[in-house]
């Protein structure tokens, strides 16, 4: 999926040259004695040749097989996310493989994606190993600070393999200090730019075929001091004088009007129909056929660009196939000077046609910009409005926000259509104060919106009703949910399918978290119609995953499999592999892999999601994302992996206020023994494992509203996760262990109450675990027994492996008794599912005793995790490490190791940032000095 506006694709071309070059022996030779200097900065005023010389330049690098990069700027690149979008696009031209997660990114992560986006550029071009230049050409354009910051690191940063050149009309915006210093910097400036006599002599007699003598050169070099621009224009003039000499003369003394002066010989033996056509094509930054044709009524646009680039009129191709063009910047500006000289107010018509044509052709940002150049901001305020919501349903939220950032805060304000998509944006990139101040805009401007109609004003009240329960959703709330009946769904057929879509998702995480699954299925099958009429997967895939949820909670797997894997499908075929949509789809799916044990699939679906941080969704998507990768890594044997990755919910949860989130990431911490957070239970819960009477330990209770439920139990279960693990290091006559049973029955009645089947699953095998450490090994077994089935009929394994030393020692009791007793006809599939488990346990018990402890020997009774750390790296990664030594590439590691490149692509980040290096060599380098790997020894030694 593209990000930021589309471009042509003439900004990712060098300029062609209109006939022959000046080769410029002189600075092509500068280039190679430095080509190792990380900057050559060309710079000089307009006319100079700078984007000349820079082709020229990369034509000569990429005879030598360098691999050659070209980015045209404009004045959208101040927006940093449009510029990394567009590098990384100008890059993908020449690197195809380049990972197509880092544009996604940009779209998804807009405050801070430059954080993840540059390193992770600066790596996959210091591992391809080929040396690439990049050029940016009119610098000068760039002025927001952000992204000089980005080219600031790029050429602090960028490796061994980047260079860039660079074309301004100023020094500004770079580290030219710092690169001076390290000798990393060339200059080209206007001086060394300028055509000597000679040069001069190759441009006017060789190329273009005037006939002059020596002196008449020589004048004119001194006249234009070599100036590429004015001759140029000199050599249009020259060709219809029959004396050289006398123009020449006239010439003399008049260098500061020279460029006007050519100019209006130039123009003066146009025809009229050529000259309107030069005027009139003027106005945009940019040219093609069907732009040069509304704005100049000639019919055969291509035609005339054609005609004029082969009269040498300083028209430029911008790509190879001549779709498009542009003026010489110096001939461009005096056009426009002239146009408006001779035709006041034309300009703001041009303006208005070019707005209205790239309005049409899908440039929005270009017909923004003109719209406002012609003073006409509700045209501007129209063609954001008209292409907003399709930005939100392709997930394009950032793009959107962008183009409104164009336009005057003052006339966004008044417009409720306008302000509504601003406030969709805002919160579905969990901006939920932006959103909400959005959402109170729109409201209040609704009654006095001169150009919406009684419908427009019905729908948007709807909308934002909407929009309210969303921003309560993705806060964990669900507020307002129950006004959607009423007022949405009764009223469906009148409003906009992405509204009805968005609403049914809402209302069936409500009816998900109150327990009602089978309504929340029936609503979702409701929905399937509205799903299918929105034009961007994003309601589509939340719809899937929220029936893939609620079939979750019912144990329902083959539906859940189904929902997840359409959900998955529908994110990555309509919007990209990795979408927003199909990463959030890919953290519900990671789920599912993972209760069955299909650990590398699981682990390389959630280290996707998990690169969405607090943008992940909603917190049912981020408890996928956080808890289960945890787990994951735990098992890898990578306890500080884990760690790390629970402390990022925690600053989520903390930042986003999300108290369910900061609960599970709690129980995760108990269950993998990681250093518990101190959790205020009574600001949870009424409830605690230790306060539960004999007599009301098997009974429910009432239930607590929608979400409070799910919150309860969840610190229930950390409490007696917790307790349980306090028995195991004092020994099982702990008093204590009694009133964890207590706590564990009432844990089950609630859970098997109020939350469904696979919340009754999980209480069991705790309960199970705990009578198991009380020494009541009978009925631990009877009440394990049934969990036991369940899971295997379904294929599931960690939930029992997860359960705990307690519940693993009944499942061997069990499988024991199983084996003595007498065989029971079509039984056999529960023992060999717990021999599964018993061999899965085992497993991880050798590796555990055959690594270090990364935790304190008294943390090592986690319950049910075996972990294999070692010191300072996971097993895994030591392996990658060795190999990357060996300068294996990411496929070759692949292979070997049996892992997705995406996988790999992953330890090598965390390699990269636990040793805090940016490239292969250097990690290899510090572990060497921090004894990870053997010291390399002299060779001949």
Known sequence: MPTGPPSASSKFRAPEPVGQWVHRTRLTEMLHSDRKRRLALIHAPA????STLAAQWMESLASQGLVTVWLSLDRDDNNTIWFLSHLLQAIRKV???????????LEERPDDAERYVVPALINAIDEGGQDIVITLDDWHLVTEPRTMAVVER???????????IITSRTRSGLPLGRLMVRDQLLEVDAVALRFDENESQDFLVGINRLDLDARDVASLHRTTEGWIAALQLVSLSLRGHREASELIERLSGRHASIGEYLAENVLDTLDPETLDFLLTTSVPERLCAGLASALSGVELGQAMLEKIQAQDLFLQPLDEDGTWYRYHHLFEDYLRRRLERDYPGRTRELHLIAARWYSDNGFPSDAVDHALAAGDVELAVEIVEFRAMWLVEHSSMSTLLALVGKIPAGHVAGQARLQTAVAWAHTLLHQSAAAQSALDVAEAVMPTDATLTDHDRFELGVEGLVVQ??????????????ELDGKCFTQADRLRPWIVSVAANVSTFKKIHDGEYPLALEQQRWAAKFHGLTSGPFSGVYGHCFAGLAAYALLDLSSVDQHFTAAVELGRRKAGR??????LAGAMMGQLLYERGELDKAEKLLEETRELGSEGGVVDFMVSTYATLARIKALRGDTPRAREILDEGDLVADSLGLDRLRLVMNFERVQLAISPRTIDAGHHSNFSGAAVAQDTADSAGPRLEGLAETRHQILLATQLRSAMADAERSGTDSPGTLDTVRGARHLLARAEAYLGPRAELHARILLAGALEQAGNREEAERTLRPALETCSRLGLVRPVLDGGASCLELVRAISAGLRRGPAREGGHELPRFLSVLIRLDSQARTNRDAGWSAEPAASATGPGILSVPEPGLSQREQMILRLVEQERSNREIAQELHLGINTVKWYLKSLFNTLGVSDRRACVTEARRRHLLPSKQPEGS
């Open 469 to 482: 329960s969303c921003i309560d959703m993705y806060g964990d709330r669900v507020n307002h949910v129950d």
């Open 578 to 583: 990795y979408s927003h949509a199909a990463r």
């Open 154 to 164: 790029l050429l602090d940063a960028g490796g061994s393999h980047l260079s860039f």
């Open 47 to 50: 006319g100079f040749g700078k």
């Open 95 to 105: 690197r195809p493989g380049l990972d197509e997660e880092l544009q996604q990114l």
